[in-house]
C-alpha cells in the first residue's frame, strides 16, 4: 500500500525544501494546500466559488471547505497509485481528525508525520533572510506564535497516534534529508 506522509512544522523549518528531496526518491503525489486553493480559485469550481467568499470578506475557509477540497484532491488516482505528501494540511486537529475518518473509510492511513523542529532564533533568521517585505520581526514573531498555536496540538495528536517522527530542521539539509529517509526507508 502506497504511504501517505504529512509534513508539520513552523514557518522556515525546511518543509518545502525537504518535500522536493521526497520527491525525487519516492512516488508520493506533494499536495500543498496552498497550491489546492489556488487550483479551485483559478478554475472556478463551486468549492473555489465558497472559499473566495470567505476570503474576500477576510475571513479564514472554514474547515468544511478546506477538508472537501483536500477530499477530493486526495482521490484522484496518482494519490490513490502512489500516496500523498501533505504540506499545509492538516491545519488544527479537527482537520486531523477528518483526514482520519476520510482515510478509515477507504482503508487507508496516515504513515508517518514528519515534524521539523528548529529553534526560535533560527526560524526568525531564516525567515528575515528570504527578503519578503512583509516579513519584519513583529510579523515574523506573530507568525511563529499563531503557528505554534496550531502546531502544538497537531504534534501531539500524532504523536498519540503513533505516528509522530521529530527531525532536527535546524541541521545542514543534507543532514535533516537524511533523517528523513531513515525514517521513510523503514515505514
Given at each position: 500500500?502506497?504511504?501517505?506522509?504529512?509534513?508539520?512544522?513552523?514557518?522556515?523549518?525546511?518543509?518545502?525544501?525537504?518535500?522536493?528531496?521526497?520527491?525525487?526518491?519516492?512516488?508520493?503525489?506533494?499536495?500543498?494546500?496552498?497550491?489546492?486553493?489556488?487550483?479551485?480559485?483559478?478554475?472556478?469550481?463551486?468549492?473555489?466559488?465558497?472559499?473566495?467568499?470567505?476570503?474576500?470578506?477576510?475571513?479564514?475557509?472554514?474547515?468544511?471547505?478546506?477538508?472537501?477540497?483536500?477530499?477530493?484532491?486526495?482521490?484522484?488516482?496518482?494519490?490513490?497509485?502512489?500516496?500523498?505528501?501533505?504540506d499545509g494540511y492538516p491545519r488544527n486537529e479537527a482537520q486531523a481528525e477528518f483526514l482520519d475518518n476520510y482515510l478509515d473509510k477507504k482503508s487507508n492511513s496516515v504513515s508517518a508525520t514528519l515534524y521539523f523542529e528548529v529553534t526560535d532564533s533560527l526560524l526568525r533568521e531564516r525567515l528575515l533572510g528570504r527578503g519578503r517585505a512583509d516579513d519584519?520581526?513583529?510579523?515574523?514573531?506573530?507568525?511563529?506564535?499563531?503557528?505554534?498555536?496550531?502546531?502544538?496540538?497537531?504534534?501531539?495528536?500524532?504523536?498519540?497516534?503513533?505516528?509522530?517522527?521529530?527531525?532536527?530542521?535546524?541541521?545542514?539539509?543534507?543532514?535533516?534529508?537524511?533523517?528523513?529517509?531513515?525514517?521513510?526507508?523503514?515505514?
Amino acid at each position: 500500500m502506497a504511504k501517505n506522509l504529512i509534513l508539520l512544522g513552523l514557518p522556515g523549518a525546511g518543509k518545502g525544501t525537504q518535500a522536493d528531496f521526497i520527491v525525487k526518491d519516492y512516488p508520493n503525489v506533494h499536495i500543498s494546500t496552498g497550491d489546492i486553493f489556488r487550483a479551485n480559485l483559478s478554475n472556478d469550481t463551486e468549492l473555489g466559488k465558497k472559499a473566495r467568499e470567505y476570503m474576500d470578506a477576510g475571513n479564514l475557509v472554514p474547515d468544511e471547505i478546506t477538508n472537501a477540497m483536500v477530499a477530493d484532491r486526495l482521490s484522484q488516482a496518482d494519490v490513490e497509485e502512489n500516496g500523498f505528501m501533505l504540506d499545509g494540511y492538516p491545519r488544527n486537529e479537527a482537520q486531523a481528525e477528518f483526514l482520519d475518518n476520510y482515510l478509515d473509510k477507504k482503508s487507508n492511513s496516515v504513515s508517518a508525520t514528519l515534524y521539523f523542529e528548529v529553534t526560535d532564533s533560527l526560524l526568525r533568521e531564516r525567515l528575515l533572510g528570504r527578503g519578503r517585505a512583509d516579513d519584519t520581526p513583529e510579523v515574523i514573531d506573530n507568525r511563529l506564535e499563531v503557528n505554534k498555536a496550531a502546531n502544538l496540538p497537531l504534534v501531539d495528536y500524532y504523536k498519540k497516534a503513533g505516528v509522530l517522527h521529530t527531525i532536527d530542521g535546524g541541521r545542514e539539509l543534507a543532514e535533516v534529508y537524511r533523517d528523513v529517509k531513515g525514517v521513510l526507508d523503514n515505514l
